[in-house]
């Protein structure tokens, strides 16, 4: 096997385990409470990129070990099968971190609503993973493997306390510029507060959005509701310095994407997803709305039948450019946000 592969992959472990730590700070950060990371659009979108990198890394990382493994075992090369720094790296650097790793990606993807629940114990299970898979690479390597190599390293650290120390220092330096430009975030954002406070208190009223429609039906909805809103959502724009004339301008698509670029930019949530299904059917799903923290200490029962926010206010944009009023399927919740499905109709519903 080449030298420079070998001292390439070691670099890969190294820069990997640099997002590990960056990452790790982030969670201990917030370790007291996961849920005071709803909301802070970026300690969360640095957490997902972190943890992008960190997953990219340790799958290139591992699909070239086990090509390095599967050489091993044709050649029969004793090494994998005795105590030393290639066996310990195989089986627990390799095959137990792998599995540690995987569980923490797989529940962080398909199970998102876990991360904020048991985000204390999954973090940790990714972190010992991708800790045994390196701290057992560069000791095999410096300790095992490099002694037998023609030349010195270029391009990582010459020494095994180096290779260990470097990950850590440049992890803490990612951690500190995350924690800068959070700074200059919330400074940012700080004339915006008002519309954010107002948009908080406004939205309690939304309570009563299932009573009138159970005591009155849907039309009180689009005789009440949904004009009201539309005019808030206006002022609400107007003082944080978006005119939104000009959403008559443009097609209905476009002045819903518009919106929720103007939803993002004022910090009201990290993404405001509009998919739409038919021609007039469309899905509408908040990700980390400034709203998902209040709903953490809501009960299931106190979010039956309740329709997100964000769905009453595309609903109020769609009604105002269009003249016609829309069905609204009860939002289903999570953690960090809402889908709601909306259907645009001509006819009013009794």
């Not at 090369?77 to 569980?103: D, E, K, R």
């Not at 959502?233 to 819903?256: P, Q, R, V, W, Y």
């Not at 739409?276 to 923290?293: L, M, P």
Request: charged share 20%; net charge positive.
């Amino acid at each position: 096997m080449s030298e420079v592969w070998l001292e390439l992959m070691i670099l890969q472990a190294i820069i990997g385990y640099t997002f590990v730590i960056a990452n790790d700070f982030i969670g201990i950060y917030n370790i007291r409470d996961l849920n005071l990371m709803k909301g802070d659009f970026t300690i969360v979108k640095a957490h997902k990129w972190f943890g992008r990198i960190e997953t990219i890394l340790f799958y290139a990382i591992t699909i070239q070990c086990l090509y390095t493994f599967t050489g091993f075992v044709i050649d029969n090369n004793p090494l994998v099968y005795t105590p030393s720094g290639s066996w310990t790296h195989t089986w627990f650097g390799g095959f137990i971190a792998f599995i540690l790793v995987t569980t923490k990606v797989v529940i962080a993807k398909f199970k998102k609503n876990a991360i904020y629940k048991y985000g204390h114990i999954l973090g940790p299970i990714g972190v010992l993973g991708w800790s045994i898979s390196f701290w057992t690479s560069i000791y095999n390597f410096y300790f095992v493997v490099y002694p037998g190599f023609s030349r010195p390293v270029y391009i990582i650290p010459a020494s095994f306390l180096w290779a260990g120390i470097t990950p850590i220092i440049l992890g803490a330096c990612l951690f500190l510029i995350v924690l800068l430009r959070r700074r200059e975030f919330i400074k940012e954002r700080k004339r915006f507060s008002f519309n954010q406070i107002a948009f908080i208190l406004h939205g309690i009223t939304f309570g009563y959005e299932r009573s009138a429609k159970e005591l009155l039906g849907t039309p009180a909805l689009f005789k009440y509701v949904i004009p009201e809103t539309y005019e808030f959502i206006e002022k609400m724009m107007t003082m944080s310095g978006f005119d939104m004339k000009k959403l008559k301008t443009m097609s209905l698509n476009d002045a819903m994407k518009e919106f929720s670029k103007m939803a993002e930019n004022i910090g009201m949530a990290e993404k405001i997803k509009i998919k739409w299904e038919s021609e007039d059917t469309f899905v509408v799903e908040s990700i980390n709305c400034s709203t998902a923290r209040v709903r953490s200490v809501m009960t299931e029962q106190e979010l039956e039948d309740v329709i997100c926010p964000w769905a009453l206010f595309t609903a109020s944009i769609v009604n105002n450019l269009t003249g016609k009023e829309l069905k609204i399927e009860p939002s289903s919740f999570n953690e960090i946000g809402a889908i709601s499905r909306l259907k645009i109709i001509d006819k009013k519903e009794e």
